[in-house]
């Protein structure tokens, strides 16, 4: 019955706990990605098991409801602009090219037709190692997309409390 078979939203135990009992194997795992929340160790497990790694939010997510106005934005970031001037790209284009030459898959949302095309365009020039380690170094393990509640005053994640809940392991 099945021919493919797609993760979301796992960490690295659920991914072996699914590749130990898999007749089909899984072939991706989308995920939260991008400079504030760079995955390497996950990536790396997933590229090592023959999983391709998809990247939702691969821009931030800098315009959900939920947003909180303190939080930083990734296209805002001056390492982004100032590679952005530097190639003449935007800073969308620095961001998908990062996951490009990292080997993963990206699906930034957009509408707007001149954005669509513009996302494609990040074939043709090649960030540095260099450079790479710079957007590698903004990691701050920032996770946009996590339903947050506020508890005595501090905001805490949702399902945290949930025994499957992924994001309470390292990776």
Not at 13 to 36: F, T
Not at 125 to 145: H, V, W
Request: proline share 9%.
């Amino acid at each position: 019955l099945v021919r493919a078979l797609g993760l979301s939203n796992f960490n690295r135990r659920q991914i072996d706990d699914v590749l130990s009992v898999a007749s089909v194997r899984p072939a991706v795992l989308q995920v939260e990605c991008h400079p504030y929340l760079v995955q390497n160790e996950l990536i790396a497990h997933c590229q090592a098991h023959g999983l391709e790694v998809t990247a939702y939010s691969p821009l931030g997510s800098f315009d959900r409801a939920w947003r909180d106005p303190d939080e930083p934005v990734l296209l805002e970031e001056p390492v982004v602009l100032a590679l952005a001037e530097k190639y003449g790209r935007s800073p969308a284009q620095i961001l998908l090219r990062w996951q490009v030459q990292r080997k993963v898959i990206c699906i930034p949302k957009s509408v707007t037709p001149s954005r669509i095309l513009q996302n494609i365009q990040v074939f043709d020039f090649t960030i540095s190692p260099e450079e790479m380690k710079q957007l590698d170094a903004l990691n701050k393990n920032l996770r946009y997309i996590v339903p947050l509640l506020k508890v005595d005053g501090r905001k805490i994640p949702r399902d945290a409390g949930h025994p499957l809940y992924p994001f309470n392991d390292p990776y």
